[in-house]
């Protein structure tokens, strides 16, 4: 899911050197971190399943991305690191913003 989210952001920008940049870059990252990207799995489509279910019964559903990546951290019992802490407040894992982490 971030693995989209990064390409999309990288596949709308303006056509040129920037982007170009951008993208070998993060190529080179997939590269060295490939083997560590963790699946959307059964576990991960439960706990996200479960997330849905309370966050619409609150009214308050969220987004089908982030729902997602929080399954799968939930499932992973790992911390999420993000600028967007307040999507994630109502998930029972540890955040961090890596924007503010000292």
Do not use: C, Y
């Amino acid at each position: 899911m971030t693995i989209l989210e990064v390409r999309f952001g990288l596949q709308i920008m303006t056509v040129g050197r920037r982007q170009s940049q951008l993208m070998q870059a993060f190529e080179e990252v997939l590269g060295k971190i490939g083997h560590r990207i963790v699946p959307f799995d059964a576990a991960a489509a439960q706990e996200a399943g479960d997330l849905t279910a309370a966050r619409h019964k609150k009214g308050r559903p969220g987004e089908l991305r982030e729902t997602i990546i929080a399954g799968i951290v939930v499932a992973q019992h790992a911390t999420l690191a993000t600028r967007n802490t307040a999507h994630f407040e109502d998930v029972s894992v540890a955040l961090i913003n890596p924007w503010t982490a000292a």
